[in-house]
C-alpha cells in the first residue's frame, strides 16, 4: 500500500504543520524560531526557524555590549561586499582601480567592493594585522563565519591551537578594538 503525506501531516512536520529543522541541522549550531511572524512567499503569516549566530550569542550572555555586536556586524558587512570569502579572495594589498585615469579594466572591481576591501583591510590592521589573534579571528569568525571554536581548535593563532575560553577573549577584545575605530569619525 502506497503511503500518501499530505503537506500537513507529513514526515517533519509538527501538529500545526510547521516543518521542523532537522538533526543534521542541529549539529550546526544554535537555531530557534523568530518572535513575530513574517511573510512567506504567498504572503502567509509564518514563524521560521534561523542560526543564533556568534555575536547575537555572546552579547544574549552578557560578554559583549550592543555596540560591540555593531562593530562586528559592521565589519561583516564589509567583508560581505568586499567578496573576500575564501572561495574568491583577491589580493587586498593591492588596489585595482588606476586613480590617475579612473578607468577600470573588466576584471577589476568596482569602487564600492574596493571601498569594502580597504575598509576591511584597515579593521585588521587596527587589531593587529593578519598574523595577530585578533586579525585572525575576525577575519575567520566573523568575515568566514566559522565559528569560533571552529578557529580555537583548527586555526587558531598563527596556526596553534587555542582554549575556547582565550578565543572567547581575542574576540572581545577585537570587538571592543573594531568598537572604537569604527565609532571614529574617519572610519565610518
Known amino acids: 500500500m502506497r503511503r500518501h503525506h499530505s503537506r500537513r501531516g507529513g514526515p517533519g512536520t509538527g501538529l500545526d504543520g510547521d516543518v521542523s529543522p532537522t538533526p543534521e541541522r542541529h549539529n550546526h549550531g544554535v537555531i530557534e524560531r523568530l518572535e513575530r511572524p513574517i ?20 552579547q544574549r550572555r552578557g560578554t559583549i555590549t550592543a555596540g560591540m555586536r555593531q562593530a562586528g ?27 590617475r585615469s579612473g578607468l577600470r579594466s573588466g576584471d577589476e572591481p568596482g569602487l564600492r567592493i574596493e571601498k569594502a576591501r580597504e575598509a576591511v583591510w584597515r579593521a585588521i590592521l587596527v587589531v593587529g594585522g593578519l598574523n595577530s589573534a585578533g586579525g585572525s579571528c575576525l577575519w575567520q569568525v566573523l568575515g568566514w563565519e566559522r565559528s569560533l571554536k571552529e578557529w580555537a581548535l583548527e586555526r587558531g593563532w598563527s596556526g596553534k591551537r587555542v ?15 573594531l568598537e572604537g575605530h569604527f565609532s571614529g569619525p574617519q572610519n565610518c
Open 163 to 177: 582554549s575556547q575560553e582565550a578565543a572567547s577573549g581575542v574576540l572581545i577584545a577585537a570587538l571592543g578594538t
Open 39 to 58: 511573510g512567506d512567499d504567498a504572503g502567509r503569516p509564518a514563524r521560521p526557524y534561523r542560526s543564533v549566530d556568534t555575536l547575537a550569542i555572546m
Open 73 to 99: 556586524e559592521d565589519f561583516r558587512a564589509r567583508f560581505a561586499t568586499a567578496q573576500l570569502d575564501p572561495l574568491s579572495a583577491y589580493d587586498i594589498s593591492r588596489l585595482r582601480i588606476d586613480h
